[in-house]
């Protein structure tokens, strides 16, 4: 039987070790036949991407930081010359001041409000700027980026990152609607909390973890894996009809009312 993603070309933007969850939607690409690009940010973290990378046979690696625009241009650059284009794009990075995540939101400088909508927010735009060609080269294709519950809704301590989520869940709607002519489709993963360096740097995370545990219909916590194979889904010619939306991967929480 041929695999979902046998021939496709992907880029994943966001795996800092094993427990990322870009690392989780790698895993999951690569066993449905995907051939992927990952990205590093900074030299400090190329080795741990390096490694994991060379577990998957045929993957290509790159530096990108995404506030650096010569590097997002150098990327893709990099992937044409390698590919000459890409059918997806995982895109899983966000990042704010840890003094921004540890107080109340209204002491929120402009500086660290900066920080958190640039890299958690507007870097998805800048992405698809650049791969927008190199999709559409190959006939279109799927973005996806990850999201939380506290883009919808307070989450306390969540705080910018909450601001910036929803203005990163208002991004994929738009760019939605831009490059849905050229058959590129645009979604956001809503997932649960999920014990990674990321979320570790959030007050109250254990907690997080605990309530979800017990409210959640499913009445346990979210894997990494389950939102990687909801990406493979995205990627896949099977959610071909499906674009502009958040889709929820969190044991049913975000459907309680209390
Ligand atoms: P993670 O493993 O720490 O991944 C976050 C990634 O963002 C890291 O690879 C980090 O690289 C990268 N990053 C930060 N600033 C960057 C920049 N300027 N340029 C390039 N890369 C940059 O944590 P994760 O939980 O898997 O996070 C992935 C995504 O899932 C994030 O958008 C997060 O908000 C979202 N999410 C997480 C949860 C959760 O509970 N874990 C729930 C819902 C949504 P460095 O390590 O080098 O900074």
């Known amino acids: 039987m041929t695999k979902l993603l046998e021939g496709k070309k992907g880029l994943i933007l966001g795996v800092a070790n094993k427990r990322s969850i870009a690392w989780a939607i790698a895993q999951s690409a690569a066993h449905h036949g995907a051939q992927l690009a990952f990205t590093y ?5 190329m ?3 390096k490694e994991l990378a060379d577990t998957l046979p045929g993957s290509l690696i790159f530096p990108c930081d995404v506030m650096q625009e010569d590097q997002v241009t150098s990327l893709f650059d990099n992937i044409q010359k390698s590919w000459g284009g890409l059918d997806f794009v995982a895109h899983c990075i ?3 001041k840890a003094e921004d995540l540890e107080s109340d939101y209204v002491k929120t400088k402009k500086d660290g409000f900066d920080t958190a909508l640039g890299v958690s927010a507007y870097s998805l735009t800048a992405v698809c700027q650049k791969a927008a060609p190199l999709l559409e080269a190959r006939g279109g294709g799927s973005v996806i980026t990850l999201t939380y519950l506290g883009g919808d809704r307070v989450s306390p301590r969540y705080n910018v990152m909450g601001v910036a989520k929803a203005a990163l869940q208002s991004s994929v709607r738009y760019l939605a609607y831009d490059l849905g002519a ?16 990321a979320a570790r740097g959030i007050s109250g995370f254990t907690d997080m973890l605990k309530m979800v545990k017990e409210k959640a219909p499913l009445k346990r916590n979210t894997e990494a894996a389950e939102v990687g194979d909801t990406a493979t889904f995205l990627f896949s010619s099977l ?20």
Do not use: C, H, M, W
């Not at 940010?41 to 973290?45: I, K, P």
């Open 41 to 45: 940010q900074g030299e400090r973290l």
């Open 47 to 49: 080795e741990n991407v």
């Open 239 to 258: 959610s071909r009809g499906i674009t502009g939306q958040t889709i929820y991967v969190d044991s049913g929480y975000s459907i309680l009312a209390v």
């Open 182 to 197: 050229k058959n590129i489709r645009v979604n956001a993963i809503s997932a649960g909390p999920i014990n990674t360096l």
């Open 94 to 96: 966000a990042f704010a």
